[in-house]
């Protein structure tokens, strides 16, 4: 297994995380929307 970090280096609220196995990948999205920045979402 492979795990690959990508961003959230004291810059942005996430980050990804792309994992690699012998036959698969895929990515973790690590986002955390700030107070700031939420939206109000039709519920």
């Known amino acids: 297994?492979?795990?690959t970090f990508f961003g959230a280096t004291r810059t942005v609220?996430?980050?990804n995380i792309l994992v690699e196995t012998?036959?698969?990948k895929f990515i973790?999205?690590?986002r955390i929307i700030s107070?700031?920045?939420k939206r109000n979402?039709?519920?």
């Open 22 to 24: 012998n036959d698969k």
């Open 41 to 43: 979402y039709a519920k």
């Open 35 to 37: 107070r700031s920045r």
């Open 1 to 3: 297994m492979k795990i």
């Open 28 to 30: 973790l999205d690590c």
């Open 13 to 15: 609220t996430g980050s």
